[in-house]
């Protein structure tokens, strides 16, 4: 690919690693796919490819086969042709300077609270994102906080993860995005694309004693903690430990 100077000097001008890794590999052979960005070690590639577009460079996202024939996420330069530094630093800039004041915004009216888990956390370890990944639906108005979640950081990888395997990575429609769990915990229809509901529980203080009963429960049975806790609600076995 024979690009513009000005771009030449952009991807030279790149230092972020992990930036770095992903214009490399588009460099060599035209496109970096998630599979080569986990051989490299980054286990979430969305994040990777969001680094490089927030350096004002535009990627596209499109489909290819991974070395077992799945079909799977890639990441291409975008309109670089056209590229103008700053045009694609004031798509960007919305990104990088959303988190002081929208979080703020967001504390005030919800608490600190992670939207998935539904705990309190301190609000240093709390984590602003869109409800719609910003790769399907773009930037949104910093206005309309409804747009945007507070996340822990073990929810926000979780919903990363989550999104780049459902088959709306690919697809792009915002209504699917907004009947999912990791868009709309609050009232949704499925989770990343499979007809799914989910129970994010934690046990604290009294509930200590619960938690060590239904463990014991699973390491007899032989199961996990997760089918522990179906069938002892199911059966109505969960002792009253207070």
Request: hydrophobic share 35%; aromatic share 10%.
């Amino acid at each position: 690919m024979e690009f513009s100077d000005a771009f030449k000097i952009k991807l030279e001008s790149v230092k972020n690693k992990r930036a770095k890794v992903v214009i490399d590999m588009i460099l060599e052979k035209g496109y970096c796919s998630t599979e080569d960005l986990k051989n490299a070690g980054y286990e979430h590639p969305p994040r990777a490819a969001r680094d490089v577009r927030e350096q004002g460079i535009p990627l596209e996202t499109f489909s290819v086969k991974d070395s077992s024939g799945k079909t799977i996420s890639a990441y291409r330069f975008g309109d670089w042709e056209h590229y103008n530094e700053q045009d694609n630093l004031k798509k960007t800039a919305g990104r990088t300077q959303l988190s002081k004041n929208l979080k703020r915004m967001l504390i005030e009216r919800f608490g600190a609270i992670c939207w998935i888990y539904r705990e309190s956390y301190p609000e240093r370890q709390l984590q602003v994102d869109h409800r719609i990944p910003y790769e399907i639906l773009g930037e949104q108005d910093e206005a309309k906080i409804e747009n945007y979640m507070l996340l822990s950081p073990s929810a926000n990888r979780d919903k990363s993860w989550a999104c780049e395997h459902c088959i709306n990575w690919l697809n792009k429609d915002p209504n699917m995005c907004r009947t999912c769990f990791f868009a709309n915990p609050e009232a949704y229809l499925h989770i990343a694309g499979e007809e799914e509901r989910r129970i994010n529980v934690s046990f604290k203080s009294d509930d200590i004693e619960l938690y060590d009963h239904i463990k014991k429960f699973a390491r007899i049975k032989n199961i996990s903690l997760q089918q522990a806790l179906k069938i002892l609600s199911y059966k109505g076995l969960i002792p009253n430990h207070r």
